[in-house]
Nanobody, 134 residues
Framework: QVQLAESGGGLVQPGGSLRLSCEAS????????IGWFRQAPGKEREGILC????????YYEHSVKDRFTFSSDNNKNLNYLQMNNLKPEDTAVYYC???????????????????????????WGKGTLVTVSS
């Protein structure tokens, strides 16, 4: 069974940057989707991006597009979420997740941008807390 572990969270001032990492173990999937989700205090978990291994397509939620960037190092089974120009509203626990086989079952495109199905993911990490505050 795939195991995921996030790291890199912490306290950062508004306008600052953080890079989150997600390490996957027992990962032997040919086709998969990697999703990053977050859950702010008192709010529901929401998706912020989905990456499909089959074609490299990456979908970003509207509020993080142009500020957050996904990347991966397949040799190390690591993926990263680079977060720039962080805002207080980005404060949340951030989760890495995996779905099989692609983002097609996770992402719904709308006029307001992509929406991500939280219940569509198959494996979850335990999360890492990001706090944006001065």
């Amino acid at each position: 069974q795939v195991q995921l572990a996030e790291s890199g969270g912490g306290l950062v001032q508004p306008g600052g940057s953080l890079r989150l990492s997600c390490e996957a173990s027992r990962f032997n999937l040919d086709y998969y989707a990697i999703g990053w989700f977050r859950q702010a205090p008192g709010k529901e978990r929401e998706g912020i991006l989905c990456f499909s291994s089959s074609d490299g397509a990456t979908y970003y939620e509207h509020s993080v597009k142009d500020r957050f960037t996904f990347s991966s190092d397949n040799n190390k089974n690591l993926n990263y979420l680079q977060m720039n120009n962080l805002k207080p509203e980005d404060t949340a626990v951030y989760y890495c997740a995996v779905a099989v086989p692609s983002c097609d079952s996770i992402v719904t495109m709308t006029k307001g941008g992509p929406l991500f199905r939280v219940d569509g993911m198959d494996y979850w990490g335990k999360g890492t807390l990001v706090t944006v505050s001065s």
